[in-house]
């Protein structure tokens, strides 16, 4: 304390200084309209800036928070459209009763660790039973196809990349609904090839390939590229189809699972293999 009041004492003149010049610069601003409005407009801009730089931090972080909401946001709006929907029909006598109910639902999930560069590529994802992830089910991006989920824990899955030698989907084109399979090659980390395409079925690129409506996993229309060049293969009179991918997916940080909530009531009615 001594050292404080010795402190002072040795450059009360400067204190006393800057005392003055505030009670001075407080009466220049207070009295004279002039310097009292240039004053009060350079108040406003450094408070302004200093405002919109603790707002910016505050936005940086709480990005985590502002994205999971948007993910949440975008997996609710995904269950609502159309192809995430059933057509109940029921008919009795003159009564026709047709009703939207829900087949499909999204979780949004992170992607923790991902792999492009094998024959057999997986991700890891951030969320597991828990949040309410099963094994194969359907995962996709905000644009696109990914992969089909394989090993639950708690609080993790497993995907089976697209970009996998035993990633197979029933896919259509849109164009002409002419269907299909899409597998992956293992060349390419962003392309797919279609199978089964008759060689009377007139292609162009830029064609959009899309699951079809026998696929379990993903909604029917669900985008998985564009067609970017397509070869005979006269062997078996079918095209085989090279697919430019919808997902990016070198770069994904954000997926959504789909749990078809029918394919187990559909699975159970079909024929089940015969055992020889």
Partial sequence: MGNIFA????HIRFFVFIILEGICFSLVVNYNRDQGSAFS?????????????????????????TNDSLMAE????????????????AKS??????????????????????????????LTLGSGKKAGVGKHLGV????????????????????????????????????????GTVTWDG????????????LNVRLKTG????TSPFSDLFPAGTLIGYVVKYEANHNDANY?????????????????????LMRDEKQNIEPKPESK
């Fill in 207 to 210: 064609m959009h390939v899309v």
């Fill in 187 to 198: 060349y390419n980390p962003n392309m797919v090839v279609m199978k089964d395409i008759p």
């Fill in 41 to 65: 407009q350079f108040s406003n801009e450094v408070s302004g800036s200093v405002y919109r730089s603790f707002a910016g931090m505050k936005y940086y972080f709480h990005l985590r928070e």
């Fill in 140 to 179: 996709v991006s905000t644009v696109g196809i990914v992969g089909i989920t394989r090993d639950v824990s708690e609080h993790f899955s497993s995907v089976l990349s697209v970009l996998h030698k035993d990633f197979t989907v029933s896919a259509e084109i849109k164009e002409n609904k002419q269907i």
């Fill in 7 to 10: 402190f002072l004492l040795r």
């Fill in 240 to 260: 085989t189809v090279t697919v430019w991918l919808a997902s990016d997916i070198r770069n994904l940080r954000k997926v959504y699972v789909v749990n078809n």
């Fill in 74 to 89: 975008n997996a609710r709006l995904r269950a609502k459209m159309s192809n995430a929907m059933y057509f109940d029909t």
């Fill in 93 to 122: 006598k003159d009564i026709h009763d047709t009703v939207f109910k829900q087949r499909y639902t999204f979780i949004p999930c992170d992607v923790v660790n991902n792999s492009v560069t094998s024959m057999n590529n997986y």
